[in-house]
């Protein structure tokens, strides 16, 4: 596990540049990312380059002991560019054509950006091919950034258009797949499509979901044409990108099938604000939600497996979102081993220095402005020292998988039927109570082999194939123990209701199927009771989680044939009494169908009950903002709250990380149980290392 910064030398006198880096080093940072957003320095007129200070930069990175990833800087066109050729810009749905002056202004499907990006790829990779001081590449910076994955150009509607006509091959075919009779929508070719413009009411799903498809591997194309140009130049690199958090427009997966390592970038002060379900609580605002960062690192990193990135780190304070609080001490530490807890082979700061001029003066680095050290600087160092010490960390072996399905999210991001149903946040909701109980999870497309899992959860697997109701079948025949959440099953592949009752073509799996459903505010009653009598599901029926439990947003009643009921509506309205959560035996597994979108109460006893089953070993039920990983020989204790926390039983001269200074802790005389030889004390906003596996039964105590 490593560390390394973003670095932008021309942001800065050359004569700075030696001090810079030997700082970095001086940190213990190995990589140094630079030239993203370059193009403007690097050819300054069309065909006048300067490469100089990136050689410089470059050398004196190597000079240091430390590697250097470079990005190409295809974010940016430059102004003369955008000048020649304006048709690479990008047009909002109502044809606004965005302008240059920010960045992400080009199109993906531009004909004459490919070329332009071709051209300067080509030009860059070629200058650095067998540098000894370059690792690898990022294609890009964050595609999709500033809502950019969907364009609405000309050129998008011509490749659209193919893009159509690849899929269905004849219009009748796409006319009949997406039910195009209603109000009048059927084409006549497909020259006739368009992309989805302004519109009086709202479009049809199937063309949206096709939209979106199309829009998502657009991408795709392009960063291939990057990765490619990138190998041939030198095959020794390695190729990656910075995926953004909780980002729901581009299908990752298929990105990643083109690059050699998966990265993304983690803010999550910034994350809990801007793209987040309810409001931030005080802890949050200083260290974020680790279930939110969470699961972005377990879906980057299933991705691809390993190696995985965190390829900017937030360092301080940002700039982006709507407040900007100064992170809890420790923070940028905390993250770090977080990352590391859920996989991280190396972890990235996203700035070294707070910048002077531009659009991010606000954004913090890892030193001020003037050079001199920040918060930020200090923990980094802390982390780099930490992970040299633990040496090598294997990968992360997840006994559960979470189904994430891109095509579900934007088939209910068209029809969400209230207006909070937001597809992370459910998933979210499932995912957290996994977490919760400190069990690993890999995050993965509905296409993973899932032989290898102990416990599946899927929660809104709206749309499911035939083939996929198969495989989901024959993994709980053989034993598997699945959980599926509310509106699986409902769609078809072109986001189209089926004539058979829900879930489509897994209601035999689930022995039940779906007569109504409702979505529901808030001021509805929204309550689930324990249905009576033993179980047999192999759970404990005295679990300790209580008969009554709430729910949110989504409520289906459900009729059980083969299932047995394990919940059902308590509630003042046409629900009661009728059947909400069943349990269905298959072969030498078991199927558990949550109709609801629990609430944590529920859904942490749904979770606990499947993980039991898998004979998957589980800790207490953690504290909100509190989460242990284990990865390869260690047990990571991460605490995202602003309390200090006792691990009762774990013996503080045993850690491979400490954290709370115990002299400190003794002195204040303020915690009796603090002092005690077999209990580790975590810091606020801290963490700890344990050697060994020690989620099973693990207990963390607050104050
Ligand atoms: C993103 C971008 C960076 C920078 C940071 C600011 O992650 O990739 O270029 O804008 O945000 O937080
Ligand atoms: C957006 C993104 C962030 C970051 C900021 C920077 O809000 O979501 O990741 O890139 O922009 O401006």
């Known amino acids: 596990m490593r560390t390394g910064v973003c670095y932008f030398p021309e942001h800065w006198p050359s004569e700075e540049w030696e001090r810079d880096i030997a700082a970095m080093a001086d940190a213990g940072l190995e990589y140094v990312r630079m030239a993203e957003f370059s193009w403007g320095v690097l050819e300054p007129e069309r065909g006048e380059f300067d490469f100089g200070w990136l050689d410089e930069a470059i050398e004196l990175v190597g000079d240091h002991g430390m590697e250097a990833v470079l990005c190409t800087p295809t974010a940016t066109p430059p102004k ?20 240059h002056g920010s960045r992400r202004h080009y199109c993906f499907n531009s004909t004459a950006y490919r070329e332009e990006t071709a051209r300067i790829v080509e030009r860059v990779t070629e200058r650095y091919a067998d540098s000894p001081h370059v690792a690898g590449w990022q294609t890009d910076n964050e595609f999709g950034c500033h809502r950019t994955v969907r364009c609405y150009c000309d050129d998008c509607a011509e490749a659209f258009r193919t893009w159509l006509a690849d899929r269905y091959g004849d219009i009748d075919r796409l006319n009949e797949a997406w039910g195009n009779a209603f109000w009048s929508q059927q084409y006549g070719s497909f020259e006739e499509v368009d992309p989805p413009g302004p519109t009086p009411a709202e479009h049809h799903p199937s063309r949206l979901l096709a939209y979106a498809r199309f829009a998502s591997d657009s991408v795709v194309e392009y960063n291939r044409l990057q990765a490619d140009l990138i190998r041939e130049a030198d095959p020794n690199w390695f190729v990656t990108h910075n995926f953004m958090g909780r980002f729901p427009t581009l299908n990752a997966y298929d990105v990643s099938a083109d690059l050699d390592r998966v990265a993304w970038d983690s803010y999550p002060t910034g994350f809990v604000q801007d793209r987040y379900d309810g409001e931030a609580s005080p802890d949050q605002l200083r260290a974020g939600d680790p279930d939110q960062v969470g699961m972005d690192h377990d879906l980057y990193r299933s991705a691809l497996d390993r190696p995985f990135w965190v390829m900017e780190q937030q360092p301080g304070d940002v700039n982006w979102p709507p407040h900007c609080p100064q992170p809890g001490e420790g923070a940028m530490r905390l993250w770090a081993h977080h990352a590391a807890a859920h996989g991280a082979d190396a972890v990235l700061y996203f ?48 006994p559960v998988a979470v189904v994430f399905d891109y095509d ?45 899992y102990a416990a599946v959860v899927a929660p809104a697997l709206h749309l499911v194939t035939e083939d996929l109701a198969d495989r989901l079948t024959d993994y709980v025949a053989g034993g598997g123990e699945v959980l599926f959440g509310p509106r699986t099953g409902v769609k ?6 089926r004539p058979t009752s829900q879930p489509g073509p897994l209601t035999d799996l689930v022995g039940a199927a779906v007569d109504q459903h409702e979505s529901l505010p808030r001021r509805l009653e929204t309550a689930v009771r324990r249905a009576d009598g033993p179980t047999d599901d192999g759970s404990d029926a005295d679990d300790g989680a209580a008969p009554s439990a709430s729910f949110r947003t989504w409520a289906e009643w459900l009729d059980p044939d083969a299932a047995e009921v394990r919940y059902t509506y308590e509630v003042d309205g046409p629900a009661d009494g009728r059947p909400a959560v069943v349990a269905n035996a298959v072969g030498d597994g078991r199927v558990t169908y949550c109709g609801v979108w629990p609430d944590p109460d529920l859904a942490d006893a749904l979770a606990s009950a499947l993980l039991g089953r898998a004979g998957i070993r589980y800790a207490d039920r953690l504290p909100d903002g509190v989460r242990v990983g284990y990865r390869g020989g260690h047990t990571w204790v991460t605490n995202f709250t602003g309390d200090r926390l006792r691990l009762p039983g774990i013996d503080p001269d045993s850690l491979a990380v400490d954290d709370a200074d115990r002299d400190a802790v003794d002195a204040a005389g303020d915690g009796g149980e603090d002092s005690r030889a077999d209990t580790a004390v975590v810091g606020s906003y801290g963490v700890v290392v344990i050697e060994g596996d020690r989620v099973d039964g693990l207990r963390v105590a607050q104050p």
């Open 80 to 99: 003369w560019l955008v000048d020649e050729r304006p048709s690479i810009r990008q047009e909002e749905p109502d044809g606004t054509v965005r302008q």
């Open 351 to 398: 700035r070294w220095r707070r910048c002077l001029e531009g659009q991010e003066q606000y954004h913090a680095g890892l030193r001020k402005a003037d050079g001199s050290p920040d918060r930020g600087y200090a923990d980094a160092a802390r982390a780099s020292e930490e992970f040299a010490a633990l040496d090598s960390a294997d990968h992360v072996d997840a």
């Open 408 to 452: 579900s999210l934007w088939a209910l991001d068209a029809q969400p039927h209230a207006p909070e149903f937001d597809y992370w946040a459910l998933q979210e909701a499932f995912y957290g109570a996994v977490r919760g109980r400190g069990v690993q999870v890999d995050v993965v497309p509905p296409s993973a082999d899932l032989s290898g």
């Open 492 to 497: 078809d592949a072109e986001n189209k209701l």
